[in-house]
């Protein structure tokens, strides 16, 4: 591993001495003649130490050693004083400095204390990531809700796709929160700060496709009064989002796959090339290949776009997520409709989990509102209420055992092995839950 120094010093011979030894230590090493041209060099994170003489001209060492425990109070400082400052190197320890050292000093001094400083940074460096990424692990948790297999795994592409600058397909039916994943793409990477643009493709007349993708200059075409700038060139720097991107007209995908290629566009009348970095997150439904074997998407563009891929489950793929996500929604309806949400009972539930659920993700987010509402819960009627822990995993298990038992055709040895069962068990809990094989019998 690389270690890295900054050496701040007025004196040329000093600092030219200094970096031969040190580089011939294998060090790293970044000169500054003074403290300002030290602080504007200085990048977040710096994975070094810095190693400072105290009196210099302009902003002396003391005052940069304040500059830099305000950027950064973990960045360890090495001061370098001359035999009548040793007090104000005291002080210096006292306000922060990692250790200083005495003009005139030895190579092995300075590689003794740097050595111990550059083991310091990096445990605090390891420490601080640590904290970090499970920071980012939570808030990917609390926005990407799930407790099944495939949301934890999709979670972890997202997390390890987020801090790369790669283009992502992500493919899922409608619904199932493709754009909720991109904002996460974006939102948890290096481009956090900068936009985020999101174009349906589908909702887009042909005719005016081109202006709202690359802008126009006035008087381009009849209507185009002023200038626009267009989705492309305001994500500069951030992430454009391209929903339902198997509806892009072929004659813009050739456009598009020219800027990702080039990285730069022209606007509708103008002849002027404008540098653009963006990242872009494409969304489909059907799987791009096959629209492009079928001559209605470029194979090009398809290789431009899938760098990597994430798709995104079903809601009926992930039935165990229901009751969680259904909580979640139903909580967010109260808060917006302002009243409280009535009690889940246990055939409500099992209505949820035998739901296959075409709308997704949108449709149980309407569900949760119509149940604020107090719509649609005549279940109530012929079923007891039941909110808690126990009824909610019981209903869920009884609708795993319906499923496997329709899924198998009331064949007992294969739901035994479908659902990983004795026949003891399956037998005990099918008796429980009322449930018998002959009504599964030949179920086409």
Not at 1 to 6: D, L, N, P, S
Not at 12 to 18: G, K, L
Not at 83 to 91: C, E, L, R, S, T
Not at 392 to 418: F, H, N, P, T, W
Request: aromatic share 4%; hydrophobic share 40%; glycine share 8%.
């Amino acid at each position: 591993m690389t270690e890295h120094v900054i050496f701040v010093d007025d004196e040329a011979a000093i600092r030219e001495a200094v970096q031969q030894w040190l580089q011939l230590s294998g060090f790293e090493v970044r000169l500054c003649k003074n403290a300002e041209e030290c602080l504007k060099t200085l990048e977040r994170g710096f994975p070094g130490v810095v190693v400072s003489d105290v009196r210099m001209p302009g902003m002396d060492g003391l005052a940069l050693l304040a500059r830099l425990q305000q950027l950064d109070r973990d960045l360890p400082v090495i001061m370098v004083t001359g035999h009548g400052d040793v007090p104000m190197a005291v002080q210096a320890m006292r306000n922060g400095a990692y250790d200083f050292i005495e003009k005139p000093f030895t190579p092995e001094r300075l590689l003794d204390s740097l050595r111990r400083a550059l083991e310091k940074r990096r445990l605090v460096l390891e420490n601080r990531q640590l904290r970090e990424q499970a920071a980012l692990k939570d808030r990917v948790e609390s926005r990407l809700l799930g407790v099944s297999r495939p949301m934890e795994n999709l979670r972890r592409q997202v997390l390890a796709l987020a801090g790369t600058p790669v283009n992502v397909l992500i493919r899922g039916e409608t619904g199932s929160g493709k754009e909720l994943v991109a904002r996460c793409l974006h939102d948890f990477g290096p481009r956090a700060d900068k936009p985020f643009v999101a174009l349906n493709c589908a909702a887009i007349p042909e005719q005016l496709f081109e202006s709202e993708l690359f802008g126009h200059e006035s008087g381009a075409f009849t209507g185009a009064q002023g200038k626009r700038i267009g989705k492309l060139e305001h994500a500069n720097g951030g992430s454009l989002f391209l929903d339902e991107i198997e509806s892009m007209p072929l004659a813009q995908q050739v456009k598009l796959l020219r800027v990702l290629q080039e990285h730069q566009l022209e606007r509708l009348g103008s002849n002027q090339s404008i540098r653009v970095d963006l990242r872009v997150i494409a969304a489909t439904k059907p799987d791009l290949l096959e629209e492009a074997r079928a001559g209605r998407f470029r194979e090009d563009l398809v290789y431009r776009l899938n760098v990597a891929e994430l798709r995104l489950p079903p809601l009926r793929e992930r039935r165990e997520d229901i009751p969680l996500l259904f909580e979640h929604f139903t909580h967010l309806a109260g808060e917006k409709l302002g009243r409280e949400a009535p009690p889940l009972s246990t055939a409500e539930l099992a209505r949820l989990l035998a739901h296959d659920w075409p709308g997704n993700v949108r449709e149980l987010v309407n569900a949760a509102e119509r149940h604020v509402l107090g719509l649609d819960r005549e279940a109530e009627l012929t079923a007891p209420a039941g909110n808690g822990l126990l009824e909610r995993m019981e209903a869920y298990e009884a609708e795993c055992i319906r499923q496997a038992l329709s899924q198998c055709k009331g064949d007992i040895k294969a739901v035994m092995e479908l659902l990983g069962l004795p026949r003891r068990t399956l037998n005990e809990k099918m008796q429980r839950h009322g449930l018998s094989r002959a009504e599964f019998l030949g179920e086409d």
